[in-house]
């Protein structure tokens, strides 16, 4: 389906949490790693979970809680998230225009500090990082 939302490097170690916000079907996803679940909530830090999946653990291992995943079997391909004033670091993207690195590759947000880098890596982790 074309327009779901992919996070990217840029999210790690920032996680603010901003496109959780924005998400109208919670669909974003932060790990907890005491409870080995990733579970989303209905507003960033309310303490009220909408949803939980367990992780892959080789998927979930690489880089744990330091950036959010998008669960792309719920993502509606909205639009929301990855509007530009949404993500302070230009971490989301829709899928058909995440940089791979190559000089022709459109870059949706001018402003992220990791354009030109192949980032296609997480559009398959985003879809193993669930492993239910
Ligand atoms: S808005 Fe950007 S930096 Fe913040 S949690 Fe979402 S993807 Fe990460
Ligand atoms: S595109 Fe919409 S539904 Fe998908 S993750 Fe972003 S805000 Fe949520």
Known sequence: ???LAIITEAC???KDRACVDVCPV??????DAQKNTLFSEDEAGSGVIENTHTPNPDSIAIFGNTLLYVNLDECTSCTACYQPDVCPVGAIYSEEHVPNGSASTAKYNS????KGHDHTFFIQ???????D
């Open 1 to 3: 389906m074309a327009g």
């Open 26 to 31: 919670q669909c974003i996803y932060e790990f």
């Open 12 to 14: 790690i170690g920032v």
């Open 111 to 114: 402003e992220d500090p990791n």
């Open 125 to 131: 982790l985003s879809r193993d990082v669930f492993g």
